[in-house]
């Protein structure tokens, strides 16, 4: 299994400031995955983070608003740019392990932009 | 592409009933399945994976099928308490390389005591 850690647990943000979480785990991973759920829904895939490598970003997310950094294989953090009341969403962090693939997440990030 | 649809959204059942939540997808060519639990405002829970070359997976109370031909999991939670009210998903992953995974919109469960 995996233990995921994401801080901060929860945070209220002005419109057009900039937000970075951050998540560890107490593995090491190849990939971590950045997901969002907003309000009432489900998760949604942001972005793929490979350790040395550009993350890769699902359609309709962009690097210049969602950068992530991936400087180790037992860290990511992924950064909310811009911010506007529409990013208002719980951000979690997940990752993939063990011989079943077993996919593991963090408890989230509850961001509300005002 | 694939679309996983879970139905009921929301269910009310007393404790002690046993719970039937189901999940469907499209596309039968999928790696594995995996059921979740969320509680509110949090993070999610792994409770079961089945590969898509199994049929069923148990852990305690839980029981989860697959029928990788008609599209189709179900998740039976026996004897239900009031703790296990919460929001259940179920999610495919596409290929072993594939890491994508794509959710339903959830069930959400309220077992009243």
């Known amino acids: 299994s995996a233990v995921i850690s994401q801080k901060p647990s929860r945070d209220i943000c002005q419109r057009g400031t900039s937000l970075t979480i951050q998540c560890q785990v107490d593995?090491?991973?190849?990939?971590m995955f950045w997901y969002r759920q907003q309000p009432g829904q489900s998760l949604t895939l942001i972005a793929t983070?490979?350790?040395?490598?550009?993350?890769?970003?699902e359609s309709g997310f962009v690097i210049d608003k969602f950068p992530i950094s991936r400087p180790n294989l037992t860290f990511s953090t992924l950064t909310v740019s811009n911010m506007s009341p529409e990013d208002s969403s719980i951000y979690l962090c997940?990752?993939?392990?063990?011989?079943?693939?077993?996919?593991?997440f963090g408890p989230g990030t509850r961001l509300t932009v005002l | 592409k694939q679309e996983v649809t879970q139905i009921p959204a929301a269910l009310s059942v007393p404790e002690g009933e046993n719970l039937v939540l189901n999940c469907s997808f499209t596309d039968s060519a999928i790696y594995n399945l995996q059921w979740f639990r969320q509680d509110p405002g949090k993070g999610l829970t792994s409770l079961l994976l089945?590969?898509?070359?199994?049929r069923e997976q148990t852990s305690g109370r839980l029981n989860a099928s697959l029928d990788k031909s008609s599209g189709r999991s179900t998740l039976y939670i026996a004897a239900s308490q009031p703790g296990d009210s919460a929001t259940y998903l179920c999610?495919?992953?596409?290929?072993?390389?594939?890491?994508?995974?794509?959710f339903g919109g959830g069930t959400r469960v309220l077992v009243k005591p």
């Open positions: 983070a490979n350790q040395g490598s550009e993350a890769t970003y």
């Open positions: 999610a495919v992953r596409p290929s072993a390389a594939g890491n994508k995974l794509t």
């Open positions: 593995s090491q991973v190849t990939m």
């Open positions: 089945i590969q898509s070359s199994q």
């Open positions: 997940s990752v993939a392990t063990g011989g079943t693939d077993t996919q593991y």
